[in-house]
C-alpha cells in the first residue's frame, strides 16, 4: 500500500526543507503543493489578469495547464508545459499564490489535481490543506509550527544572507500578515486536523525537528 504523510503549517515553519528531507530519508517522493499555487499565481500574472479579480483569475487558471513532474526524485513544476520551477521564489509569486489560493475554483482545481498523484504512489506531501482536504484519510498527519518571532528571526537570517537588511519588525508583520491569511481565507484555510500530531519547531534545530517527524511517521505506520 502507498504510505501517504501529510504535513501542513504556517509560513517559514520549514515545511519545504524539512519535508524534502523527512521524504528522502523515507525514499518517497515530496509533493511541495504551494509550488502549484505559486504557478496558478505565476498564470495569472503573466496573463495580465487582476488578481482581484476572482471570475478572470478562476477562468486564467482553469484554462492553464499546471503539473509536477519529478527528475531524480526531485519535484519540477510546470506551466503549460514551460519548466517554471526557478521563477516561483520571487516575492511577486509569493504574493500572487497567496492571493490566487483563496479562490475557491482555483483550489478545487488544484486539490484533485493533488489527489490524481496521491493516487498511484507513496508520497509526503506538504501545504496548508492537506491533512485537511487533500488527503483526509492519510495515516501519518503532522502539523509543523513553530512561533511567529521564530519564523520572522529565521526568515531575517535567509535574507541577511542574501544582503537584504529589511528590519525584523517587517518581516514579522510579513509574517503575521500571511499567517492572517492562511488561516482566515473562506475556502480551505489552514488549520490543524484534529488528527494531526503538532510539531513545534520553535526550540528545535533542523536536524532534530526531521528526527521529530521520522519517530511520528514510525509510530504512526506502526499503528496503521
Ligand atoms: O508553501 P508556499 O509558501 O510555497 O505557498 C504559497 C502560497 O500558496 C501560500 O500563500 C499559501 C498557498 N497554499 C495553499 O493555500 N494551500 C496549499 N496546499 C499550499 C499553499
Same mark, same amino acid.
Given at each position: 500500500?502507498?504510505?501517504?504523510?501529510?504535513?501542513?503549517?504556517?509560513?517559514?515553519?520549514?515545511?519545504?526543507?524539512?519535508?524534502?528531507?523527512?521524504?528522502?530519508?523515507?525514499?518517497?517522493?515530496?509533493?511541495?503543493?504551494?509550488?502549484?499555487?505559486?504557478?496558478?499565481?505565476?498564470? =495569472?500574472?503573466?496573463?495580465?489578469?487582476?488578481?482581484?479579480?476572482?471570475?478572470?483569475?478562476?477562468?486564467?487558471?482553469?484554462?492553464?495547464?499546471?503539473?509536477?513532474?519529478?527528475?531524480?526524485?526531485?519535484?519540477?513544476?510546470?506551466?503549460?508545459?514551460?519548466?517554471?520551477?526557478?521563477?516561483?521564489?520571487?516575492?511577486?509569486?509569493?504574493?500572487?499564490?497567496?492571493?490566487?489560493?483563496?479562490?475557491?475554483?482555483?483550489?478545487?482545481?488544484?486539490?484533485?489535481?493533488?489527489?490524481?498523484?496521491?493516487?498511484?504512489?507513496?508520497?509526503?506531501?506538504?501545504?496548508?490543506?492537506?491533512?485537511?482536504?487533500?488527503?483526509?484519510?492519510?495515516?501519518?498527519?503532522?502539523?509543523?509550527?513553530?512561533?511567529?518571532? =521564530?519564523?520572522?528571526?529565521?526568515?531575517?537570517?535567509?535574507?541577511?544572507?542574501?544582503?537584504?537588511?529589511?528590519?525584523?519588525?517587517?518581516?514579522?508583520?510579513?509574517?503575521?500578515?500571511?499567517?492572517?491569511?492562511?488561516?482566515?481565507?473562506?475556502?480551505?484555510?489552514?488549520?490543524?486536523?484534529?488528527?494531526?500530531?503538532?510539531?513545534?519547531?520553535?526550540?528545535?534545530?533542523?536536524?532534530?525537528?526531521?528526527?521529530?517527524?521520522?519517530?511520528?511517521?514510525?509510530?504512526?505506520?506502526?499503528?496503521?
Amino acid at each position: 500500500m502507498p504510505l501517504l504523510i501529510a504535513i501542513d503549517g504556517p509560513v517559514g515553519a520549514g515545511k519545504s526543507t524539512i519535508s524534502d528531507a523527512v521524504a528522502q530519508r523515507l525514499g518517497i517522493l515530496h509533493l511541495d503543493t504551494g509550488a502549484m499555487y505559486r504557478a496558478a499565481g505565476l498564470a =495569472a500574472l503573466r496573463a495580465g489578469v487582476s488578481l482581484d479579480d476572482e471570475q478572470a483569475v478562476s477562468e486564467c487558471v482553469g484554462r492553464a495547464d499546471i503539473s509536477v513532474r519529478y527528475e531524480d526524485g526531485v519535484q519540477r513544476t510546470l506551466l503549460s508545459g514551460e519548466d517554471v520551477t526557478g521563477a516561483l521564489r520571487t516575492p511577486e509569486a509569493s504574493d500572487a499564490a497567496s492571493r490566487v489560493s483563496q479562490y475557491p475554483a482555483v483550489r478545487r482545481k488544484l486539490v484533485e489535481a493533488q489527489q490524481r498523484i496521491a493516487r498511484s504512489t507513496s508520497l509526503l506531501m506538504d501545504g496548508r490543506d492537506i491533512g485537511t482536504v487533500v488527503l483526509p484519510d492519510a495515516p501519518v498527519k503532522i502539523y509543523l509550527t513553530a512561533t511567529a518571532q =521564530a519564523r520572522a528571526a529565521r526568515r531575517m537570517l535567509q535574507m541577511r544572507e542574501k544582503g537584504d537588511q529589511t528590519p525584523f519588525e517587517v518581516i514579522l508583520a510579513e509574517v503575521n500578515a500571511r499567517d492572517d491569511r492562511d488561516m482566515h481565507r473562506e475556502t480551505d484555510p489552514l488549520r490543524q486536523a484534529e488528527d494531526a500530531v503538532v510539531v513545534d519547531s520553535s526550540e528545535l534545530n533542523f536536524e532534530e525537528t526531521v528526527n521529530a517527524i521520522l519517530r511520528i511517521v514510525a509510530e504512526r505506520s506502526a499503528e496503521a
